[in-house]
């Protein structure tokens, strides 16, 4: 059998580069939505599929071979490099990352262990080394940002207004920067981990930032933030900065050295290039309009797509992750109308 032909429209796509076609891939393209997953995930608890590499390389290639996007994103979580280091956390059905022993204090800061990837997550080096050999579309590694990773063990779990978190950041100086630099050095070891292993690009998912103001995310966040990317660089691979409801955050983001911005559905494309965003952007279709009719998809698509490709630099994508009720046909039919819709974008 003749192995297809590398697509690397999405590595072009992250350096400015000229494409034939606007290259798409979806966050969260893995997951609940798709029959095929499901049945795995049956057999299987979350971290399991971590565990086998088999499994992780099959439900990462899975959405790439359902869906024909430009690039693949390896399946697991922003948690999975934390329980190695002492964060006692369980994905449960419903609610999400749940963890057992919340951060309270600078002394369970330092009780953190440092990450060591080979011997503390090998599955996960072992994945995207099975994936290189199968892939004929880039694979983008990734990790939760320092922030996002803070605010779910300093809540133990999921929040909607991250009262702890910020709190423990305005009383707690000390401890809220030795954790920020733990988890920056968590980042970057991970992330050079899985570049080393072979991803060719990798994605910063700060989920929650957004809950900060302006001031408090360039005194908080900003200077672990432009360590990681800066340390970055020396991998040579494409990065990418992802958040929700962060649109006020967008020039500070755009002054970091990272190569994408990620923006969710709230920011236009229009709108960030307008307030001086230079980078590649990347997104922005609103999941939920995965369950409107066809031609009320395929007009906000369409919109996004003539935003997006007025100068380049574009990748498409949604605004936050594939959900459940999604269906297998839509995204078939919306990659379909993505590919064909500009040639020499």
Not at 45 to 55: D, K, W
Not at 88 to 104: F, K, R, Y
Not at 253 to 265: Q, S, T
Request: net charge negative.
């Amino acid at each position: 059998m003749t192995a297809k032909p590398f697509n690397d429209t999405f590595l072009k796509a992250c350096r400015k580069e000229a494409t034939d076609h606007v290259p798409v891939w979806y966050m969260r393209q893995a997951g609940r939505y798709q029959p095929e997953y499901r049945a795995i995930r049956a057999k299987h608890s979350f971290f399991e599929m971590n565990y086998i590499p088999e499994v992780c390389a099959e439900v990462t290639r899975l959405p790439v071979e359902q869906l024909g996007v430009d690039a693949a994103i390896l399946f697991a979580d922003i948690m999975t490099p934390l329980k190695p280091i002492g964060v006692d956390v369980n994905i449960e059905s419903g609610i999400g990352p749940v963890i057992a022993n919340p951060i309270q204090s600078l002394a369970d800061v330092q009780r953190l262990h440092e990450l060591e990837p080979e011997t503390h997550v090998p599955y996960i080096l072992e994945s995207i080394k099975i994936l290189r050999q199968q892939l004929s579309v880039p694979l983008i590694g990734f990790a939760g940002a320092p922030f996002t990773l803070a605010s779910y063990m300093i809540e133990g779990g999921p929040s909607k207004h991250y009262h702890k978190t910020k709190a423990f950041m305005y009383t707690e100086p000390q401890a809220w920067q030795a954790l920020m630099d733990r988890l920056g050095d968590l980042t970057i070891t991970y992330l050079k981990a899985q570049v080393a292993a072979g991803a060719q690009a990798v994605q910063v998912f700060d989920s929650w930032v957004g809950a900060l103001n302006d001031e408090d995310y360039r005194e908080y966040i900003t200077p672990v933030m432009t360590r990681i990317f800066h340390a970055l660089k020396d991998t040579g691979v494409p990065t990418i900065y992802f958040g929700i409801g962060a649109g006020h955050l967008l020039m500070d983001w755009n002054a970091l050295p990272v190569d994408v911005v990620g923006l969710d559905w709230r920011t236009s494309i229009t709108t960030a290039r307008e307030m001086g965003v230079t980078k590649t952007l990347q997104g922005n279709l609103d999941p939920t309009l995965l369950l409107a009719p066809w031609e009320k998809l395929e007009f906000k698509a369409k919109e996004i797509l003539d935003e997006g490709t007025r100068q380049p630099g574009f990748i498409f994508n949604l605004g936050h992750g594939v959900f459940p009720d999604a269906k297998v046909e839509t995204l078939q039919k919306l990659t379909q109308f993505i590919h064909s819709y500009k040639r020499n974008v």
